[in-house]
C-alpha cells in the first residue's frame, strides 16, 4: 500500500508536468478556439498538483521516517538534508503557483498579449520547478537505496 | 495599453510576496527550532503542514487585500511589470530555500 500511495504522488506530478507543457504550447498558440482549453487545462494542472501535493504529504507525514533514517546512515545523506528539505519547502512555492493558474488563465489570451506573456511565464515555472523536483525526488530514491545497500554490507 | 484583471494583478502580488515569506519563514523555523517550529509543530502535529496552511491562506488574504485597494479597483500594475515581480518572487524565494539548505 504504502508503495501504491508513493506511485500515486510521482504519477500525479508527472501529469502535472505533461498536462503544463500541454497548457505551454497551447498558449503559445493561443486563439479565440482554444480559450476553453486553455481554462480547462489551467485547471487541470492545478487540481493534479494538489492531488500530488496531499498524497505525497500523506505519504511523508506517515511513512518517510523509516526512510529518512535509512538515507541518514547512508553513503548519500544529503539525498535528505538537502534534497527532500529544498523538495518539501520549493513545493508549496509551486502549490501556490498552480493556485494562481486559474486566476491568470481567466484573462483573454488570445487578444490579449501581456495576458498571453503572463501565462507562458507562470506556466513555464510550475514545469520547471515540476522538473527539478522530480528530480529531487528521485536523488531521495536513489539515497535511500543507497542506504539500504550500505546496511547489508 | 493592454490590461489584465484586477484580481489577475493582485494575486500575482500575493503570489511573489507568499513566495518570499515562505523562503524567509523556512530560515526562521529552522533557525529557532526550541520556539517557532516547535510551536508550529504544536498547532497541527507538523511544522510542514503549518507551513503550507499558513501560506495558502496569505496567498488568499493577501490578494483579496490587494484587489481591494485604490477604492476596490485593486493594484495597478502593467502586465510586464508583473511579470517581473512575479519572476522576481519565485526566483529569491527559491534561492533563498536552496541556499539555506545548501549552507546548513
Redesign the interface.
Known amino acids: 500500500m504504502t508503495e501504491i500511495i508513493l506511485m500515486a504522488h510521482v504519477l500525479f506530478g508527472m501529469l502535472c508536468i505533461v498536462a503544463g507543457v500541454w497548457l505551454f504550447v497551447d498558449v503559445l498558440h493561443a486563439n479565440e478556439a482554444n480559450q476553453g482549453r486553455i481554462r480547462t487545462m489551467s485547471m487541470a494542472v492545478a487540481v493534479l498538483m494538489w492531488l500530488a501535493y496531499l498524497v505525497g504529504g500523506y505519504w511523508y507525514l506517515t511513512f518517510y521516517y523509516v526512510d529518512k533514517a535509512i538515507i541518514l546512515k547512508g553513503p548519500w545523506p544529503f539525498a535528505h538534508s538537502f534534497f527532500m528539505e529544498m523538495k518539501e519547502h520549493v513545493a508549496i512555492m509551486l502549490l501556490l503557483l498552480v493556485t494562481y493558474l486559474p486566476i491568470a488563465a481567466a484573462n483573454n489570451t488570445a487578444t490579449n498579449k501581456g495576458a498571453r506573456k503572463l501565462l507562458l511565464w507562470v506556466v513555464g515555472f510550475v514545469v520547471l520547478i515540476g522538473v527539478a523536483i522530480d528530480g529531487a525526488g528521485a536523488i531521495i530514491g536513489i539515497g535511500a537505496k543507497l542506504g539500504l545497500m550500505a546496511a547489508k554490507g | 495599453m ?4 484586477k ?2 494583478v493582485s ?2 502580488a500575493s ?1 511573489a510576496i ?2 518570499i515569506l ?2 524567509l519563514l ?1 530560515v526562521v523555523k529552522e533557525l529557532n527550532e526550541n520556539s517557532v517550529l516547535a510551536w508550529m509543530k504544536g498547532l497541527t502535529s ?1 511544522h ?2 503549518t ?2 496552511l499558513f ?2 491562506i496569505a ?1 488568499f488574504v493577501i490578494g483579496w487585500g490587494l484587489a481591494k485597494m485604490n477604492n476596490g479597483e485593486g493594484l495597478k500594475m ?3 511589470r ?2 517581473c515581480v ?2 522576481s518572487g ?1 526566483v529569491i ?2 534561492l533563498i ?2 541556499g539555506f ?2 549552507v ?1
Open positions: 493592454e490590461t489584465i484583471s484580481y489577475t494575486f500575482g503570489l507568499t513566495s515562505s523562503a523556512v507538523h510542514w503542514i507551513h503550507g501560506m495558502v496567498f502593467t502586465p510586464e508583473l511579470v512575479i519572476a519565485v524565494g527559491g530555500i536552496s539548505y545548501l546548513d
